[in-house]
């Protein structure tokens, strides 16, 4: 059975750094895809950062530059490093994981967890 357990959001001024972490149990790691959406109060949800089994990386316009998402192949955990945040970026993150990429209608999903930019 797939799990998928994030960790690490909270409250954070602007400008500040947050890393989610995502704790991966029960998929083939060495070929599954991953990556991070969110979604914000009264916005549907949006793709954030992903990376390929192969370690290939991608990001919403919104977040390059400032977020870094990596893979930890020892601990079958995925991040999303956050730096110089924005309010904007308040929202429920979620992390994903998928046989393909992008993920698809069978894509397993965490239950989320909150991120909140506000001084």
């Known amino acids: 059975q797939v799990r998928l357990v994030e960790s690490g959001g909270g409250l954070v001024q602007p400008g500040g750094s947050l890393r989610l972490a995502c704790a991966t149990s029960?998929?083939?790691?060495?070929?599954?895809?991953t990556a991070w959406y969110r979604q914000a109060p009264g916005k549907q949800r949006e793709f954030v950062a992903g990376?390929?089994?192969?370690?290939?990386?991608f990001y919403a316009d919104s977040v390059k530059g400032r977020f870094t998402v990596s893979r930890d192949n020892t601990k079958t955990t995925v991040y999303l490093q956050m730096n110089h945040l924005k309010p904007e970026d308040t929202a429920v993150y979620y992390c994903?994981?998928?046989?393909?990429?992008?993920?698809?209608?069978?894509?397993?999903w965490g239950q989320g967890t909150q991120v909140t930019v506000s001084s």
């Open positions: 994903v994981a998928d046989r393909y990429y992008p993920p698809g209608d069978y894509a397993s």
């Open positions: 029960g998929i083939v790691w060495s070929i599954y895809s």
């Open positions: 990376s390929t089994a192969r370690g290939t990386t």
